[in-house]
């Protein structure tokens, strides 16, 4: 059984699976108890050129940005025929759209003719029309009307329809590859890239009825690893959240590798009083902070009531800016004034605490970098998932991507 706040939401079950939820929160008792962490064999070196080196960076945004896939947000955005996204972050421009026959579609947001981006933003389209000349596209992305056609004899058989990519919604979720396939493929299976264990937990959350609230977008001075690492461990939340967050949290983490992927998971305080109650009352997302990572560059938080989906990128090419984009989701629709403030507060608390102290610290940290006055960063046994996501990297980068 959920608790009540989530039965009156109408959600049957909106986390993980209880058998997995009762040993999540048994490990982190026991570490609650013990007063330890989940620990990594041993520590990490890291290359400070991880975060400093253009042509590293440039592999980055070819082998991860261009060829893994990509976490666009959740599908409930993109419910109704017509709905629409567009995201450039990855430094591809991509559309996505729900199609009349209730597909969900990406393409390269690039006009057949000039290769004008064909619609900016989101919101709600019957059709696509260029701005530059008016070309006009489907919700299935195909050609129906060029201007003066005369004048581009045998163009529209050339060219049929914007250049697909592919994309695949699932667990309520929605992926694309950023290039087109060498096959031409519009779909895959994204259970592959997230293997069964993870796909499965993902699958319980129901995430394809979440509402999304808001999101907002921030540019900062740091690479994108960086924003990314501050998801990593909760070494550092006594220090530096001791103002904010401090007291919600205990300094008790449970870490969990799904191939590449991972889950971190960070007791809060009132953990303790999972004890005296019966483990079929026993729920994970309102005595922890669940954190999955997806890689190449999604954080997805779990936090009580709501989720928050972090998507971290490169930026302008340069190894120190990053673009983060947050997005807020809940699970019902703001039904009243009260509703919103409570949601407004919530997502301008979560920039407080992430945006003026995670991030401005990570700012620093990329300064000194740059300074020359390290050549690698050491990462300890109490920061397993830093270590795991890291190492992920350098596999997935190859053999001149080593850690020391």
């Known amino acids: 059984m959920l608790c009540n706040h989530i039965l009156l939401m109408g959600f049957e079950e909106v986390t993980m699976r209880q058998p997995e939820q009762i040993a999540l929160l048994k490990r982190l008792l026991h570490l609650v108890e013990t007063r330890t962490t989940c620990m990594a064999e041993t520590p990490y070196r890291n290359p400070v050129t991880t975060y400093t080196d253009p042509a590293r960076l440039q592999r980055e945004q070819r082998e991860l940005f261009h060829r893994e896939p990509l976490l666009i947000g959740f599908a409930s ?163 530096l959240h001791r103002k904010t967050i401090a007291p919600l949290f205990v300094n008790a983490v449970d870490f969990k590798a799904f191939g590449p992927h991972l889950r971190m998971s960070i007791a809060r305080s009132k953990i303790i009083r999972l004890k005296d109650k019966p483990e079929s009352e026993w729920d994970a997302m309102w005595n922890t902070a669940l954190v999955y990572t997806m890689l190449p560059n999604a954080v997805l938080v779990m936090n009580g009531d709501h989720a928050e989906l972090w998507r971290i990128f490169p930026e302008e090419n340069q190894v120190d800016r990053s673009v983060v984009a947050l997005s807020f989701y809940i699970p019902k629709p703001v039904a009243s004034d009260e509703e919103k403030r409570h949601w407004d507060a919530n997502v301008d608390l979560t920039m407080l605490f992430v945006e003026q102290e995670d991030f401005a610290v990570g700012e620093s940290i990329q300064a000194g970098f740059l300074s020359g006055a390290q050549s690698h960063t050491v990462y300890g046994q109490n920061e397993p998932a830093l270590i795991h996501f890291h190492r992920s990297l350098h596999q997935m980068m190859g053999p001149s991507a080593h850690s020391l």
């Open 77 to 239: 955005e993109l419910a109704r025929p017509g709905d629409y996204k567009t995201d450039d972050y990855s430094g591809v421009p991509i559309l996505v759209v729900r199609g009349r026959d209730g597909r969900l579609r990406a393409f390269l947001n690039v006009c057949r003719h000039r290769g004008a981006k064909v619609v900016a933003g989101c919101g709600s389209a019957r059709v696509f029309s260029c701005p530059y000349h008016a070309w006009t596209y489907d919700l299935a992305g195909q050609v129906t009307h060029i201007p003066e056609e005369r004048c581009f004899p045998d163009v529209k058989a050339e060219r049929p329809s914007l250049a697909p990519l592919p994309l695949c919604e699932k667990h309520g979720l929605v992926w694309v590859i950023a290039m087109p396939a060498a096959d031409g493929a519009t779909s895959f299976d994204v259970d592959a890239w997230l293997g069964a264990e993870l796909a499965d937990e993902l699958e319980a959350y129901n995430f394809a009825v979440w509402p999304h609230y808001e999101t907002r977008v921030l540019h900062k001075k740091m690479n994108w690893k960086l924003a990314i690492d501050t998801f990593h461990e909760g070494y550092h939340i006594g220090a």
